[in-house]
């Protein structure tokens, strides 16, 4: 699994954005970006992770890595762009219910769980959507340049930005979605649709931010999965975002990285009120549940003892327009254990139509 830039896109397309949302944007609105006289009447210029990426005209051949990666394309309006993609498995029936009529069930998938260079080079694409931990990845011998020096562009997945000491994250989770949503919008010519997208989002996070809120704001805990150590979701993580919009302390919001290792003497001093668990492959729901109510650092937890557990899959949690319906879940979690006040919100994906999604006790 995986794992941020303050000026993310060019200059019209947050001009556009900021006059949806009707928010303030410190940018000179009327200064244009001078790369489409440098590269051609009608290129396109967005900047991504600090390096500005330049298309001679709409991007039609998209390749793309891994459920939340692949809603950003969905979302946008970029079906018909999407050539291909990988990691589609675990999310399909997800990224289906969102996305009704996108005919998810008839992605060209290639490859097997995770890209390889000789996937990419075969389905030689205009541009590869990926990330660091999200495709790309030194140890499994594809990273960008790799793919670059072969005439594929790349975009690298916001959230998966850099730091100068390797970890992963340069903005704040929702500055990354929103730049993913309007730089693909834009790359692949369907800008005005991811604006709409953009506006949609943010509206349902005002809703969400205004509701009545508890006299102590409860603590939640991420957990991804763990034996011997807890991998979770930091600061730079969609997770913050979520808890952050619902109105709920991530236990984990002081650690500056994305997606990480903990141990459990963190989650134990951290004594969350709710559990979230990412449904991932590699460790069940029961398994899960089997490791809390068995660990001495967590079986004695109210919240453990309470059955306190919220499932979500994969896809809400990464970086990717279902983080605003994985926050709406987990304001009607907090509001079903007495943790918050009823707002009346109801949340907008309806995810209890997901048969492969285990737990949830809580919602029958």
Not at 114 to 133: I, N
Not at 281 to 306: F, I, M
Request: proline content about 5%; overall charge negative; glycine content about 8%.
């Amino acid at each position: 699994m995986t794992q941020r830039i303050a000026s993310p896109v060019r200059p019209g397309i947050v001009c556009l954005a900021a006059l949806a949302l009707g928010t303030t944007i410190l940018t000179a609105c009327g200064t244009e970006e001078k790369a489409t006289d440098e590269a051609g009447k009608g290129a396109i210029t967005v900047e991504n992770c600090g390096e500005k990426l330049t298309v001679d005209e709409p991007v039609t051949e998209l390749y793309a890595y891994d459920g939340g990666i692949i809603s950003i394309a969905l979302a946008v309006g970029a079906r018909e762009e999407l050539v291909a993609v990988t990691g589609l498995a675990r999310d399909k029936q997800l990224l289906d219910l969102a996305y009704p009529t996108d005919r998810v069930d008839e992605l060209e998938i290639v490859g097997d769980d995770h890209p390889t260079l000789e996937t990419v080079l075969a389905l030689d694409p205009q541009v590869m959507f990926a990330g660091w931990g999200y495709g790309f990845s030194e140890s499994r011998n594809l990273v960008p340049e790799m793919v670059q020096e072969r005439g594929i562009e790349t975009y690298l997945l916001s959230e998966t930005c850099r730091q100068e000491d390797g970890d992963r994250g340069t903005m704040e989770a929702w500055t990354a979605l929103r730049t993913d949503l309007l730089n693909i919008g834009e790359l692949t010519g369907h800008d005005v649709t991811a604006t709409k997208v953009v506006a949609d989002i943010e509206k349902r996070r005002k809703a969400l931010e205004s509701a009545p809120k508890p006299d102590e704001e409860p603590t939640a805990f991420l957990f991804d999965s763990g034996t011997d150590a807890i991998f979770t979701s930091g600061s730079f993580g969609g997770p913050q975002a979520i808890f952050d919009t619902a109105g709920v302390t991530s236990a984990t919001a002081d650690v500056e990285d994305t997606w990480t290792e903990v141990g459990w003497e963190r989650f134990a001093a951290a004594e969350p009120d709710v559990i979230y668990f990412v449904d991932y492959p590699g460790q069940s729901y029961e398994e899960k549940v089997k490791v809390l109510k068995a660990n001495p650092a967590s079986r004695d937890l109210p919240a453990v003892k309470e059955n306190r557990f919220v499932n979500l899959p994969y896809a809400m949690w990464v970086s990717g327009p279902l983080n605003i319906d994985a926050a709406e879940w987990v304001r009607r979690s907090l509001e079903h254990f007495g943790l918050a006040p009823e707002s009346g919100i109801e949340p907008t994906l309806d995810i209890t139509d997901l048969t492969n999604l285990a737990g949830n006790e809580w919602l029958r």
